[in-house]
């Protein structure tokens, strides 16, 4: 099946510093979302990209779809504490018209941030 | 706004016991879907469902497993003779027609098999 390999495992940084992860896959996917999991829920989305080349923000979150289709990448610029969590990329492949929406999950990031 | 609530938040269970999670996905919502995650690694889909029927499942959904939309408004996932790697959180998720592709979760249950 699809693999998504998702770097870096871990980021231990001080507050105020900018965070940069990333996504690539062996495949194509057609759409790349980001979610964000805190301890004991569930993941919450962050930032979807639909299209090759696109670039996104959500405050000081920023997302891009890379222009191969086969990666992205999540920016969160000045963190804060509350940025603290575990960081997923996603992706999805309508190829064909047959998937319903199956999400491939990269293996996280986990984000500390240091007051 | 509207969420998915999944009950239990914990299940506890004994080994070859069959077990039956819960979920009430968002109400306007068409499209179901279950993931696991066991401690520690990333987030695996299981099933999705549309149409009263599943339309994809991974190799993990084996025979143990099967999925029901009994009423309506919930979306159930049972495993009818649980092993020790059944151990993990799963999450429900459900998405509409409008957001595109965009899967909404819930806070999950975590199953602990004994």
């Known amino acids: 099946g699809q693999q998504l390999n998702q770097s870096p495992q871990s980021m231990f940084i001080q507050e105020g510093e900018d965070v940069s992860m990333n996504c690539t896959s062996s495949s194509i996917f057609n759409t790349w979302l980001w979610y964000k999991q805190e301890p004991g829920e569930g993941p919450v989305l962050l930032i979807a990209?639909?299209?090759?080349?696109e670039l996104t923000s959500n405050g000081r979150l920023t997302a891009q779809f890379g222009i191969t289709r086969k990666d992205s990448f999540l920016n969160i610029s000045a963190s804060i504490p509350s940025d603290v969590g575990i960081y997923f990329c996603?992706?999805?492949?309508?190829?064909?018209?047959?998937?319903?929406?199956?999400?491939?999950f990269g293996q996280g990031t986990i984000l500390t941030v240091h007051p | 706004e509207p969420e998915v609530t999944q009950t239990p938040s914990h299940q506890v269970t004994q080994m070859g016991q069959e077990v039956i999670l819960r979920c009430v996905p968002i109400?306007?919502?068409?499209?179901f879907y279950w993931y696991r995650q066991i401690l520690g690694q990333k987030v695996e889909f299981l099933v999705s469902?549309?149409?009263?029927?599943?339309?994809?499942k991974s190799e993990i959904f084996d025979d143990q497993f099967s999925v029901e939309r009994p009423d309506g408004s919930n979306f159930t996932l049972k495993i009818r003779s649980t092993k020790l790697e059944d151990s993990a959180m799963y999450f429900c998720?459900?998405?509409?027609?409008?957001?595109?592709?965009?899967?909404?979760f819930g806070a999950g249950t975590r199953l602990s098999v004994l």
């Open positions: 990209l639909y299209k090759a080349g």
């Open positions: 996603a992706g999805l492949n309508r190829a064909g018209g047959t998937s319903y929406g199956k999400l491939t």
């Open positions: 998720a459900s998405r509409g027609t409008v957001a595109k592709n965009i899967q909404y």
């Open positions: 469902f549309y149409n009263n029927e599943i339309s994809e």
């Open positions: 109400s306007n919502h068409l499209y």
